[in-house]
């Protein structure tokens, strides 16, 4: 296997020869899980540790599809630097950080799977917002429960103008040579979507043998079980790459600029009689009538106003001045529940 097997080309070559460091060499992660890392270079694959600048330093944390430049540290290589990316899925990190969290990087097409009892539309915008400089295909996969395939690809159109729409059965095959355009020598692909929509039985397909593990679904709810519970980039037969990732159940997206828009719902939003309209009470407002005459989902635009309110949080926890009024405020309500416990007649 060569770099250019892997991806290489003279873009990447510029950015690491910009770190001015003959000595690193370049490599992919190819595996990620635990803090633990896999690298794969013109030599095979190795055992990779992050270097412990990376560690403290505000640099972005290497994920599978990412290009690092190594060290060569003995047994174990070291992950000296994380080379800038062309695309990425990114959400908002879990818990109480407000900070972006990549799931994956430098892909050329993510494949947003779906099936019929998982489908939702806005559940398709939140993912979709998720990624950033990759193109976006939605694969609907368990084809043959689908009794009206116009309807879900009307569904997918009116959410996301243009974005190519599969159907497929990963677990009989049907419809899987549709991907074939897409599976060029050297492209790397990225399965997302919730747990139990075939993500694993797809990539198996695509590998032509049962290297991922699979699991039913449960027959009662049709909800998946999590059976990939790491992140791998994956060699298909004909040079193409996919990266198989775990099952989100609900994704955050990360909202790099605090904004979120739809552009059909802003389109509209020009012809309210108020710049500053939010299709709330408003006399005049053009989304409020669309939806009213049935033009528009009401659906979509709740799911907006949810996402905008989701943006508006993120960059208020990130501004440092906000975030330390919050922090304040929670220590002061902390001491009011604690006072509170004390005094009560209950406790005493």
Request: hydrophobic share 40%; proline share 5%.
């Amino acid at each position: 296997m060569t770099l250019e097997d892997l991806g290489w080309n003279a873009r990447w070559a510029e950015r690491l020869a910009a770190l001015g460091d003959a000595n690193l060499c370049p490599g992919r992660v190819v595996w990620q899980g635990s803090g633990q890392y896999r690298v794969a270079d013109a030599t095979g694959e190795h055992a990779a540790v992050l270097r412990g600048r990376l560690r403290i330093e505000n640099a972005p944390v290497p994920v599978v599809g990412d290009w690092v430049a190594l060290e060569n540290a003995g047994d174990v290589w070291a992950i000296a630097h994380s080379l800038e990316r062309d695309s990425a899925i990114v959400r908002a990190a879990a818990g109480t950080r407000t900070e972006p969290q990549a799931i994956a990087a430098n892909i050329a097409t993510v494949l947003l799977l779906t099936d019929p009892h998982d489908f939702s539309p806005r559940r398709l915008e939140r993912y979709s917002l998720a990624i950033q400089g990759a193109d976006l295909a939605v694969v609907i996969n368990k084809a043959d429960l689908v009794e009206d395939r116009g309807t879900l690809w009307r569904e997918v159109e009116r959410v996301l103008p243009g974005v190519p729409v599969l159907f497929v059965s990963a677990l009989h095959g049907d419809g899987v040579d549709e991907l074939t355009p897409l599976l060029t020598p050297g492209a790397t692909l990225a399965c997302v979507g919730s747990s139990g929509v075939g993500k694993s039985t797809l990539i198996n397909r695509l590998l032509g043998t049962q290297r991922q593990e699979t699991a039913a679904v449960r027959a009662h709810d049709h909800r998946g079980q999590h059976t990939t519970t790491h992140r791998e980039l994956l060699f298909l037969p004909g040079g193409a790459m996919v990266i198989d990732t775990p099952g989100l159940r609900e994704l955050t997206p990360w909202f790099a600029d605090g904004t979120v828009e739809f552009a059909d719902v802003a389109a509209l939003a020009e012809h309210c009689r108020f710049r500053d309209c939010t299709h709330g009470d408003e006399p005049g407002c053009a989304v409020r009538a669309a939806v009213a005459d049935g033009t528009m989902d009401a659906g979509r635009v709740a799911n907006l106003a949810q996402l905008q309110r989701e943006a508006a949080f993120q960059d208020s926890r990130a501004d440092p001045l906000v975030a330390r009024a919050r922090r304040q405020r929670d220590r002061s309500l902390g001491k009011l529940v604690r006072d509170i416990e004390k005094w009560h007649p209950k406790r005493r």
